[in-house]
């Protein structure tokens, strides 16, 4: 069997990992992939905005089977362009079509789909520049923090928390009239702040069937005591301590099994991952957003705990047999922690030689190339090292120490991943 996962990031790199040690044979190709999926596969060099390139791709290596990894495909149909194309009309995709994307292209949209299927959420409002003093009314009319968020995909950094009125008022200003996250900022969504303790469910679904996968915690700050700017994640943790048997049952209850019954309500044929981001407040789960596709970097903390076969799951999914799938979890912890460019998430230098034990076999590459028979820093995050322990602290400490075994200038991690549990 031949897939093909789409992306280039560490989650990317960790499912093919998961894959390659199936029991059905493989042969594993990577859409562009980086210098630790080269290890596992073939990376293929097209742009996977390039629907055509990739269709060309998949028709000449025989795929079987396509895995999507990052959101802005999904948004675009990458789905939708498979499915419809009578070249590719035999080839299963885990990934949902351009509607059911929209729960995560669209934040406006998916709170309208809470609101219509009665999940638990912030209350909110919506604005367009034709109304921004409506929007400059309405925050006056609430208390701080304000949370100003953008309509469309703004690569993670679309959501600005904020305690003083003017700045919110300057920042809703800055996003509705000079288009701060360009077109993702044509629509903001203003929200009311959940004070609590935030926590990631992911649900596998072939649109009738769902499971559940394991939880997991990630850090998204850049400074340590999650102080500074909000970057694609710092770190992550996974199963999450104050998530006990009665607060997984209120997820299921209240938002999962109304999240897959709204989707079919709605007539949105979802097939694939759910990321449902949600926030513990004084014991109730509230939705913060969706995803649509696995976390990053949940993922490297999520798969090394499953003991199933994955890309039986996968195939169980694509296949409409998901209910036939029992998830066996490990009882370890699993930890990971991200290694970043210095400057991230702002300007950071690319190019530059990274050195040590980079072929660990859970230290998960990102943000790397391979050049000159060497491997160079290629992104803002640049390797994640995920470690499995008895405890939060042993898993803890054998990631640091991976970790610690790989080098390049201004490299920087958090060390302080944990310190809330």
């Given amino acids: 069997m031949n897939v093909l996962v789409i992306g280039s990031g560490g989650r990317e790199h960790a499912f093919g990992w998961k894959i390659s040690k199936s029991k059905i044979p493989n042969k594993l190709f990577f859409a562009p992939g980086n210098a630790g999926t080269e290890n596992l596969g073939i990376n293929l060099d097209i742009d996977i905005s390039n629907f055509k390139q990739l269709e060309n791709s998949i028709v000449r290596n025989n795929i079987n089977l396509v895995l999507v990894g990052p959101e802005v495909p999904l948004v675009f149909g990458i789905s939708d362009f498979i499915h419809s194309n009578k070249k590719l009309e035999k080839i299963n995709v885990i990934g949902p079509e351009k509607f059911g994307a929209m729960l995560e292209g669209s934040k406006s949209f998916a709170k309208e789909f809470m609101e219509r299927h009665n999940i638990p959420t912030a209350p909110y409002k919506k604005f367009r520049l034709k109304n921004l003093n409506d929007g400059l009314d309405y ?204 400057g991230y998430p702002e300007s950071y230098e690319k190019g530059l030689d990274v050195l040590g034990d980079i072929d660990q076999e859970l230290v998960f590459q990102a943000g790397t190339l391979k050049k000159n028979n060497k491997i160079v820093t290629n992104g803002g995050r640049v390797f994640s090292s995920t470690a499995l322990g008895s405890s939060i602290k042993i898993a803890l400490s054998k990631a640091y120490k991976n970790l610690k075994k790989i080098k390049f200038k201004g490299m920087y991690f958090r060390k302080d991943i944990g310190f809330d549990l």
């Fill in 139 to 342: 925050l006056e009319s609430i208390s701080p923090p304000y949370v100003l968020k953008a309509n469309g995909l703004a690569a993670g950094k679309g959501v600005l928390i904020i305690n003083e009125l003017e700045k919110a008022k300057n920042s809703l200003v800055e996003m509705l009239k000079n288009k701060k996250f360009g077109s993702a900022s044509k629509e903001v969504v203003i929200e009311g702040f959940l004070d609590g303790i935030e926590l990631s469910c992911f649900v596998l679904t072939d649109g009738d069937s769902f499971i559940t996968l394991p939880y997991a915690k990630d850090y998204k700050r850049i400074g340590e005591g999650d102080s500074g700017l909000n970057t694609g994640g710092m770190g992550a943790i996974s199963p999450v301590p104050f998530n006990d048997k009665d607060f997984k049952n209120k997820i299921e209850n209240k938002i999962i099994k109304p999240t897959i019954k709204g989707l079919k309500k709605d007539n949105i044929d979802y097939l694939g991952f759910i990321f449902i981001g949600l926030i513990n407040v004084k014991g109730e789960p509230f939705v913060i957003e969706y995803n649509v596709r696995m976390g990053d970097p949940e993922t490297q903390v999520v798969l090394p705990r499953i003991k199933n076969d994955f890309l039986e799951i996968l195939l169980a999914t694509a296949n409409n047999k998901l209910s036939e799938i029992k998830l066996d979890v490990s009882p370890n912890y699993a930890v990971t922690i991200v290694s970043v460019s210095g």
